[in-house]
């Protein structure tokens, strides 16, 4: 650390360190960039990172996970905030007018498993987690009860009240069968819509769009429930508004048949029978609006939050797992161990071999995209992160470190190879004090 403040570069490099925002683990890059005048062949100019700081050129690693790098997190959860947003009350290309259209909050959860300890408020007030006068006694010797109060961060949450009673087959079941059960939920909500409407599906499309953005969250217990935003648009998407009989009152209809019928059945397996997976009992519907309880950015920042998090709140990994590590060296929760390891027994049978289990078991089964949209819900991750290297390369041009050329006449040439990631111990010191970061 001492050696890099004294260095002559160090300015460059502490620079290189706020372009990345803080990254936690940069990726190096050695190449250069050359431009070209594409009449004369006459070279313009040129960059290289021969004369950079240990002549690499340090960009964000771009992860979503905030257990990786907190500094890329933030930038993917402001994103998705602004796309969330955006396409509940319009800008980033979206009408404002989109704000009018029937629009749902809407909590789809996963079926028990099993008693597991929780948290429970009643009034304001913090009540026990399982309290039976007359609680039985599990074919383990175990007393199907607690009447701890437990605490927002009470490591016990989430845990079975029992362990060999919990069904971890069907928590990893249901986890690798959850993006199946949402495309069944998406596709029935579109046939309920269109018999509601009196139409065929084919013909819903010529005057009904079903738009929407959702994200995956961990429940403490190990399984994933969805939270969808879900909008009715005219043909062609949001520009257009949706047929009058296209109703909050309909869309809420056809939410609830969709979450009832909807199901995915897999094969028998060892001693386990065939099983039909559904969504659970709890199903929460509610309409968003502009000046209520549940507000457009509210419900942004919450699918936001979320789309930054994984498995880590059950105590799992955030990397794959090698079939042939052994868990022991993890120091894992017995709960997220057994998880793990069911997901390496099922990943063993070829009736199974679809789902990989074995390359989730670090998301105990789950292999879905976290945050998903329609095509026409609003913009798009991509059109974010254009425009703000658009806005970037014109702070270059204004600096004077890019010349301004017009790009119909200039031939660009780049060569770029990764050259490692990450810091230094030293340089990890460092770059978190410039930036206010975590080391």
Known sequence: ?????????????????????????????RGKVEHYDRATGQLLHRYTTRTEPDGILRVPCKTRRASRCPACAETYR???????????????????????????????????????HTRREHGGKIQPCHARRNAATCPHGRTMTCTTRHSKDDPRLGEPLCPDCYDYTGSVLFNALAPLLWKRFADSLRRRLAKLGGLTLRELREHLTVSFAKVAEYQRRGVVHFHAVIRLDGPGGPAAPPPPWATEDVLTQAVQHAAQVVSALVPAVDDQPARLFKWGQQLDIRPITLNGDLTEQAVAGYIAKYATKAAECVGTLDHRINPLDDLERYNLRDHARRLITTCMRLGAHPELAELRLTDWAHMLGFRGHFSTRSRRYSTTLGELRAEREHHARDNEITTGRLPLFDEDTVLVISEWEYAGKGHSLGDRLLAAAITGGRP
Not at 105 to 114: E, K, M, R, Y
Request: charged content about 10%; aromatic content about 8%; some cysteine.
């Open 78 to 116: 402001a994103d998705t905030y602004h796309l969330i947003r955006a396409g509940l009350i319009g800008g980033k290309g979206v009408p404002e007018s989109v704000a009018g259209h029937p629009t749902l909050f809407v909590t789809l959860t996963a079926p028990s498993f099993g008693a597991v």
């Open 1 to 29: 650390m001492i050696a890099r403040l004294n260095h002559p570069d160090y300015d460059r490099w502490a620079a290189q360190i706020h372009a990345t925002g803080g990254c936690h683990q940069p990726i190096h890059l």
